[in-house]
C-alpha cells in the first residue's frame, strides 16, 4: 500500500462485526469473559481498546513500526518513552527540541535521576563527543521548532549504533507522508498527534511507534503501568484526521511555497526559514531524507519592525500557538512558544524578537497573501 492508501485502509479501518465503514468507538472499560480468563483480546481499556487498537496498529503501519501506543497527549508519549531508562542512565537531546520536553527534562527527569547532555544534533562531531559509557539513547526532532533546523536522521541512527545506543525521533513537523525515520536507522518514533495527524486544532494526542520487538514490549508494559493512554472518542477523532493526511500535507506545501515566494520578494523581510529554500542549511539533507518540505515557515521582520503588531493586524491568519492544522496559525516564538527560555538561550539559539512562525493551512493561498499584505502595510 502506499502512503495515501495506507492513511485511508492502513491499521484496522472498518468493522467486520457489521461492516461499518469506520470503527465504532468502544466507549467501555471492561469486556465480558466467557470463563475465568479467557476473552476476545480485551480486558481492561488501560491495557486495550479496540477503537484505540485501530489508531495504534495505523501509525504502526504508517511509520513501518511492529506496534503503535496512542497516548493522552505527546507529552505522554514523551514521558512514557523517557521511562524506559534508570536512575544514572544519559541521554543526548537535541537543542532545538519542544519546549515541554525541555521542561520534563529540567524540571521532573533529572529529578529522578537522569542525566542528559544537550548538542546541535545538525553537527554530528557533537553528538560523537557527547557519549559516554553510560550513555542509552539520543532523541532529537527534525525539523526543529522554530528555525526549521534539518538533523540527517541517518547519520545520527549510524553513529550512535557503534555504541548500542537507541534512536528517538519526534517526528510530528514532518509527518510520516514526508519522512519515516525508522526506515532511516531510529527505533522510535514520536508524535504530538496534536497537530497535523490530527489536523484540525480539536484533539490532543500522543502516539509512538517502534520497529523493536523488545521495545514495543517495553512500551507497551510502561503504557499500560503509566496509564496516559488516549480515550476511544479522541482516538476515533485522530484516526479520522489522518485519513486526510496525504492531500492536506500536499495542500499546506504547495501553500508554502506560494508564501515563502512572496515572502521573498518583500522589503519587509530579512530572512526565512524553510527547509525547501536552497539557502536553507538543512536543504540537501531534507532533499534526501524527506519526500516533502511541509507547511512551516519560519521568517524574520527587518530589525526593529513590531512582531506584536504585524501578527496582531492579521485578520484570517489565527493568533495562536500550535501548528499543523487546516486553519493558519501564526505566532511569535520569542513572546509566545519560547517565552519560557531566557533572552540569553534564544539569543545563543538564533530566536530574535522579529522572528515569525507561521504554520500554513490549506485556506486559498491568495486569501492568506492578501492577509500578510495588509499586515505589512500596518508596520
Ligand atoms: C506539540 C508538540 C509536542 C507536545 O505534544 P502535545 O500533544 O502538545 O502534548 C511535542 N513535540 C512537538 C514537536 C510538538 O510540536
Redesign the pocket.
Known sequence: MRMKTTFIHGGISHDEATGSVNVPIHQTTTYKQEKVGVHKGFEYSRTGNPTRLALEKLIADMEGGVRGFAFG????G?HTIFSLFSKGDHIIVGDDV?G??YRLINKILKRLGLTFTIVDTTDLSTIEEAIQDNTKAIFL?TPT?PLLKVTDIQAVADIVKKHELITIV?N??ATPYNQRPLELGADIVLH?A??YLGGHSDV???LVTTNKDELADELGFLQNAIGGILGPQDSWIVQRGIKTLGIRMEAHEANAKTIVAFLQGHEKVDKIYYPGLPSHPGHETAKKQTSGFGGMISFELKEGLPAAVFVESLSLITLAE??GAVESLIEIPALMTHGAVSPEDREKAGIKDELIRLSVGIEDSEDLIDDLKQAFDQI
Do not use: I, Q
Not at 73 to 76: D, H, L
Open positions: 497527549s505527546g507529552a505522554a514523551t519542544y515541554g520536553t526532532e521548532n519526534d510530528t513537523f504530538s496534536s497537530k490532543v494526542a500522543g500550535s501548528l
